[in-house]
């Protein structure tokens, strides 16, 4: 979606911003640079390890979810389209290129994604919008000129609103995310953690009626933890997808949580990681 133009596009392109790949990707705008509708986020990709800038917390949820998603190879964010095309669609669209009433800005898609297919990377890309203000004409005239460009590209271009982010989903990912590093666990040998992964999983697994904070309570006795080691741990694995849950069922501490599956075992995640 279109951006407040805050430092000279020419500066902003000298800088690198907008170009690149992974984790050498500066999006073309920034948290600080720009007034967001919402709380905008910095954060640290799982897929990137870069810092994400999004600019509402719309966009955080679904970066988010693109985050952690296994088909997705690249996430390049706040990502800008060229001034003289979008200047060239605008005209032959009869439509005002934004701004209307000064010099006309850089128009950026919030997210452009590369998706594993098999052996290919097919890139897609996303804007981000809250539902009611898809009911603006002028939100709509901006976003024809996007969609035109990125058609003309041979590129598939959608928009994402919050109706389209399953809200369980998010809030699970949040509470995953703190458990996501094993640094982030100083009490913890981790040269036992194999071990550790072997005892919860049968404590886990043989009391499936119990809550997951009464389970990770009785880990924390057993396994002689500090208080909230084990819940923090059982996060971890789950994090880290060695345990696999439903991720669509809201993960609530004071009910049981059923395990899918365990499609790795801690020495096989080493082995593969």
């Given amino acids: 979606m279109p951006k407040r133009k805050i430092s000279s596009t020419a500066s902003k392109l000298k800088k690198g911003r907008g170009q690149g790949s992974g984790i050498d990707y500066q999006p073309f705008l920034k948290v600080r640079e720009v007034p967001s509708k919402g709380l905008s986020h910095r954060t640290k990709g799982l897929h990137t390890l870069r810092v994400h800038h999004s600019l509402s917390t ?6 988010q979810i693109l985050d952690w998603s296994q088909q997705v190879a690249d996430i390049r964010e706040q990502y800008p389209l060229p001034l003289d095309e979008t200047l060239s669609i605008a005209n032959r669209l009869s439509i005002i290129h934004p701004p209307a009433h000064k010099d006309p800005d850089v128009m950026t898609t919030d997210f452009v994604i590369d998706i594993k297919q ?9 804007t981000l919008k809250y539902a009611k203000d898809l009911n603006d004409g002028r939100v709509i005239e901006k976003f024809e000129i996007e969609r035109t460009y990125w058609t003309e590209q041979g590129i598939d271009w959608g928009i994402v609103t919050e109706l389209d982010i399953p809200d369980d989903l998010v ?11 094993l640094e982030d666990l100083p009490n913890i040998d981790h040269g036992d953690v194999s071990y550790y992964e072997e005892a919860l999983f049968s404590i886990i697994s043989s009391n499936t009626d119990t809550s997951l904070a009464q389970v990770g309570k009785l880990a924390d006795t057993r396994l002689c933890f500090e208080p909230g080691t084990g819940l923090s741990l059982i996060r971890y694995f789950i994090a880290t997808r060695i345990w696999q849950i439903d991720m669509m069922k809201k993960i609530i ?14 020495k096989d995640h080493i082995s593969n990681g």
Wanted: charged residues 20%; proline residues 5%.
């Fill in 118 to 126: 098999g052996e290919r990377v097919q890139k897609i890309a996303r």
């Fill in 253 to 266: 501490p004071s009910h049981p949580m059923v395990l899918l599956d365990r499609t790795n075992t801690w």
């Fill in 171 to 181: 809030q699970n990912l949040r509470w995953l995310r703190q458990g996501i590093h």
């Fill in 58 to 63: 719309l966009e955080h949820n679904y970066l």
